[in-house]
């Protein structure tokens, strides 16, 4: 049997940094996950190191690609903003950061972008046509739109100011963790949530994500929206598979750059 394509996906997050193996046919992982905390002090230097570490523990030949999805907006590979890591990543040529601390020439998206990606290709959304929205929930809110299965990227609407808050200072799931609120009083912050941005953009389909998504049966039946709202199908690993979807798709994209100049 032919050995599948494989790429490697990163997933930086406040809390973790993960990454794995992908196998671009199936969309699994193709060995255990490694994670490292992500550093107290989460500079720019401290974080790539760890990048720089979970690529070499996994003895990868050079010519895979390697994809890294990050938790802000990318304005062609320039962090935009920060809300939860150190505040001098502002600025950051995030791509130069990591081909320079990583030795490879690594593909660097948002995370919620990633992660629509990964259930695009290979989850929830699969086969999907119309707005789809997908939501992850963690230290953050992140989101992914996809119209026609093709994404429109840095949506950002985690951070809609809603009823007077920086949404996800009230409803991701740092806030339920932080204020202690039971799944029902969560829930009651998610509708409000989710009704505001189902009012802006109609999505037909809506898919949460992020590690809390495990638990979708305590929270998402007691949503009540238009479109129907389901868990994500690669839970939180749909970050690293996106990434390396990605970073498969932009190796391919300069092959086949390369053949059609010769
Ligand atoms: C960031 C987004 C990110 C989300 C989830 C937000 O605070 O601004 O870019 O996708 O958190 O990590």
Do not use: C
């Amino acid at each position: 049997m032919a050995k599948h394509d494989l790429a490697f996906g990163i997933d930086i997050g406040g809390s973790g940094i993960k990454g794995a193996p992908v196998d671009l046919e199936t969309g699994e992982l193709a060995a255990d996950r490694v994670r490292i905390p992500t550093p107290e002090e989460s500079t720019p230097d401290a974080v790539t190191r760890v990048v720089a570490e979970l690529v070499e523990s996994f003895d990868l030949p050079k010519d895979v690609p390697v994809g890294v999805a990050f938790p802000a907006p990318l304005d062609h590979g320039v962090v935009r903003f920060i809300a939860n890591l150190h505040p001098s990543w502002k600025g950051v040529d995030l791509p130069a950061a990591l081909n320079a601390a990583t030795g490879r020439s690594v593909t660097a998206i948002n995370d919620a972008d990633a992660a629509g990606v990964g259930e695009q290709r290979y989850g929830a959304a699969k086969g999907k046509d119309g707005v789809v929205l997908l939501a992850t929930l963690g230290t953050g809110i992140g989101s992914a739109l996809l119209v026609d299965g093709v994404l429109v990227p840095n949506t950002e609407l985690g951070h809609l100011e809603i009823d007077g808050h920086d949404a996800e200072s009230k409803a991701a799931d740092s806030a339920r963790e932080r204020e202690n609120l039971d799944f029902t009083q969560w829930a009651k912050r998610l509708q409000r949530y989710f009704e505001t941005v189902e009012m802006l953009l109609s999505p037909e389909l809506i898919v949460v994500g992020g590690g809390v998504s495990k638990h979708h049966e305590q929270f998402l039946p007691l949503l009540d929206l238009r479109a129907p709202i389901i868990p994500a199908k690669l839970r939180n690993k749909a970050g690293i598979v996106g990434a390396a979807a990605m970073a498969a798709s932009v190796a391919g994209h300069h092959k086949d750059k390369k053949h059609a100049k010769k």
